[in-house]
């Protein structure tokens, strides 16, 4: 049979463009892997000219997959579906490189628990724990994120048995960081279910951490807690000290907007009015969504009481909106 030359011509610069085209991405996406530690929104910028449908390598399109779904992650980037990380998922689970499979189940349930579907996110983080090793970097996320999404659904003591299983971990690996994850993690679990003392016990273990790695915006979050607790005990003044420190202790550069939001709440039941009105109308600046039907449902009874029903109704409407 004699060669069909075009046919082979045709071949060959096939190889070539995609050999010219996986060796340039290849280069991009290790330029990437290095910089999302500590660069993420340089590696996002990097991932984001490239295209996946471009990619013919399986091995380069996996690693592209979970290289943009953890840059987006880092980059606190909503995800919108499950579609990209499954091709890593798929992948790697069949894979032998465990490093690889723990990461990709994990940002696989960081997918899932950003859109709010936490059975499958638990299904995922279990999976990655599977693999995981005692010492690798990811494991401390994983336990955290799982032991959040039981809490989501209410199975305080699956969240209680990872959040200790995780501060076990953190200790072995001496992460103080990690540490301060899980007593806090183990304060808001045992306020939930109203067991004030446990709470405020693992409250203040947490900001005795918190104070030893002089960790500022940690210190602002426990003592918005501790404040938390105070004021649901009915201790009012003991929880506007409290949120005061929150705010002595915050930097710079943070959303303020539920310190005040808390300050505004702890003031009105301290039936300091004009004041608890100022803090929670610059609670509404920066206010996230969820913050705001909080922030309006408060001006909404703070301006019945004072019979100004005009403006509660006007209140009353925008919290509904936000709800």
Not at 80 to 94: E, F
């Given at each position: 049979m004699k060669p069909n030359y075009l046919t082979i011509l045709i071949t060959t610069l096939c190889i070539f463009f995609n050999a010219c085209h996986n060796s340039n991405t290849a280069p991009q996406l290790q330029l990437a892997d290095s910089l999302i530690d500590k660069r993420a929104d340089s590696a996002l910028c990097i991932l984001e000219k490239l295209s996946i449908?471009?990619?013919?390598?399986?091995?380069?399109?996996?690693?592209?997959?979970?290289?943009?779904?953890?840059?987006?992650?880092?980059?606190?980037?909503?995800?919108?579906?499950?579609?990209?990380?499954?091709?890593?998922?798929?992948?790697?689970?069949?894979n032998s490189n465990n490093k690889l499979k723990t990461k990709a189940y994990y940002y696989l349930g960081r997918v899932y628990q950003d859109n709010k579907d936490y059975v499958k996110a638990t299904e995922a983080y279990l999976s990655a724990l599977k693999t995981a090793s005692p010492n690798q970097v990811p494991i401390l996320q994983i336990y955290n994120n799982l032991a959040l999404c039981y809490e989501s659904q209410e199975f305080y003591l699956q969240a209680i048995k990872t959040y200790k299983e995780s501060y076990v971990t953190a200790e072995k690996m001496k992460d103080k960081h990690g540490i301060l994850h899980a007593t806090r993690g183990l304060g808001n679990i045992y306020a939930i279910q109203d067991e004030e003392e446990k709470?405020?016990?693992?409250?203040?273990?947490?900001?005795?951490?918190?104070?030893?790695?002089?960790?500022?915006?940690?210190?602002?979050?426990?003592?918005?807690?501790?404040?938390?607790?105070?004021d649901d005990q009915g201790l009012y003044i003991e929880a506007k000290k409290q949120i005061d420190s929150a705010l002595n202790y915050a930097p710079s550069d943070i959303n303020l907007s539920p310190t005040y939001f808390w300050k505004g709440t702890i003031l009105y039941n301290l039936e300091e009015i004009d004041s608890a009105v100022h803090y929670l109308s610059r609670a509404r600046v920066n206010a996230n969504i969820y913050t705001k039907a909080s922030i309006y449902q408060t001006l909404y009874e703070i301006n019945k009481e004072r019979k100004n029903y005009e403006q509660a109704i006007l209140y009353n409407d925008t919290a509904l909106i936000c709800y």
């Open positions: 449908e471009e990619i013919s390598n399986k091995s380069a399109k996996a690693m592209y997959a979970l290289l943009l779904t953890e840059a987006l992650d880092k980059n606190f980037k909503s995800h919108r579906n499950d579609s990209l990380i499954l091709i890593a998922v798929d992948y790697y689970k069949d709470a405020l016990s693992y409250y203040q273990k947490a900001l005795s951490i918190a104070q030893s790695i002089k960790d500022s915006l940690w210190e602002n979050a426990i003592f918005c807690d501790i404040a938390k607790v105070y």
